[in-house]
Nanobody
Framework: QVQLVESGGGLVQAGGSLRLSCAASGLTFSSFAMGWFRQAPGKEREFVAAITFNGGSAYYVESVKGRFTISRDNDKNTVYLQMNSLKREDTAVYYC?????????????????WGQGTQVTVSS
């Protein structure tokens, strides 16, 4: 079965950096667009970033543009989220997700597979 396993979360001070990884198995990784979402306590899960099947295009929510970078390594079946200049408001559980197809996918409902999430906590 399809598995997406996130790692790399943790506690970091404001202004610091983290790199999240998401290792995929049980699917033809290069046929899937990938995305990162996050959910803070008491809030809905929100889109953070997405990348096309081949890494050729990426898209970010406005609040992370210039600070976060999504990338993928299809040889390793892994997608990454490099997070720099972290702010307290970035604190959330971060999820990776996979959507079958070759275009950028922003809509949460189009993602078929989800990881279990990794906690990111940014302290002041």
């Amino acid at each position: 079965q399809v598995q997406l396993v996130e790692s790399g979360g943790g506690l970091v001070q404001a202004g610091g950096s983290l790199r999240l990884s998401c290792a995929a198995s049980g699917l033809t990784f290069s046929s899937f667009a990938m995305g990162w979402f996050r959910q803070a306590p008491g809030k809905e899960r929100e889109f953070v970033a997405a990348i096309t099947f081949n890494g050729g295009s990426a898209y970010y929510v406005e609040s992370v543009k210039g600070r976060f970078t999504i990338s993928r390594d299809n040889d390793k079946n892994t997608v990454y989220l490099q997070m720099n200049s972290l702010k307290r408001e970035d604190t959330a559980v971060y999820y990776c997700a996979a959507a079958l197809g070759f275009r950028l996918v922003v809509n949460r409902r189009e993602y078929r597979h989800w990881g279990q999430g990794t906690q990111v906590t940014v302290s002041s």
